[in-house]
T-cell receptor
Framework: AQSVTQPDIHITVSEGASLELRCNYSYGATPYLFWYVQSPGQGLQLLLK??????LVQGIKGFEAEFKRSQSSFNLRKPSVHWSDAAEYFC????????FGTGTKLQVIP | DTEVTQTPKHLVMGMTNKKSLKCEQH?????MYWYKQKAKKPPELMFV???????INESVPSRFSPECPNSSLLNLHLHALQPEDSALYLC??????????????FGEGSRLTVL
């Protein structure tokens, strides 16, 4: 069965600092991988996705993620965090059936 | 138009009521989804419709009844719910052919409170 693990429940970073959110997945074939962001009480917005090709993918809002098959990982990065990035971040895997990780709550301090 | 629209945004119902949640998209997507999200938890898949046919039911209790009347609309009929069913219900759609398949587009959700 497919699954996603996000080991960090809560991360706090200073504004302007770099960010890395971890994601490990389990999937039987070449994975479809996603990162979504959710503000409180809102729906989910896609930050980026990986289906195939270049393992370093660029997304919106200055985010990027790197697919590492050998480590079953798809970590999200941003070189300089802005206060508006504070939100819940979900890693997800799957095609027709998309499974989400438990999420990482990002707090940004000035 | 890249929106998924859900109505109502908020719904309060008693355990004996019958209500419905509605979802609409005009992106030509032929897969539509219902997810349930409890506070501080990830979205949990409930149902998937593909080409207006139910393709995935994640063992959801029968008090939740999905309906896909056409390719743009998805309903979730609610009856005899329990307080523990209170949650944010998210609708999503997905293109099933072409370059951008796989990506889910989400609505803002319907916040359901069962008294």
């Amino acid at each position: 069965a497919q699954s996603v693990t996000q080991p960090d429940i809560h991360i706090t970073v200073s504004e302007g600092a770099s960010l890395e959110l971890r994601c490990n997945y389990s999937y039987g074939a070449t994975p479809y991988l996603f990162w979504y962001v959710q503000s409180p009480g809102q729906g989910l917005q896609l930050l980026l996705k990986y289906f195939s090709g270049d393992t370093l993918v660029q997304g919106i809002k200055g985010f990027e993620a790197e697919f590492k098959r050998s480590q079953s990982s798809f970590n999200l990065r941003k070189p300089s965090v802005h206060w508006s990035d504070a939100a819940e971040y979900f890693c997800a895997v799957g095609y027709q059936k998309v499974t989400f990780g438990t999420g990482t709550k990002l707090q940004v301090i000035p | 138009d890249t929106e998924v629209t859900q109505t109502p945004k908020h719904l309060v119902m008693g355990m004996t009521n019958k209500k419905s949640l509605k979802c609409e998209q005009h992106m030509g997507h032929r897969a539509m989804y219902w997810y349930k999200q409890k506070a501080k938890k990830p979205p949990e898949l409930m149902f998937v419709y593909s080409y207006e046919k139910l393709s995935i039911n994640e063992s959801v209790p029968s008090r939740f009844s999905p309906e896909c009347p056409n390719s743009s609309l998805l309903n979730l009929h609610l009856h005899a719910l329990q307080p523990e069913d209170s949650a944010l219900y998210l609708c999503a759609s997905r293109q099933v052919a072409g370059v951008n398949t796989g990506e889910l587009f989400f609505g803002e959700g319907s916040r359901l409170t069962v008294l």
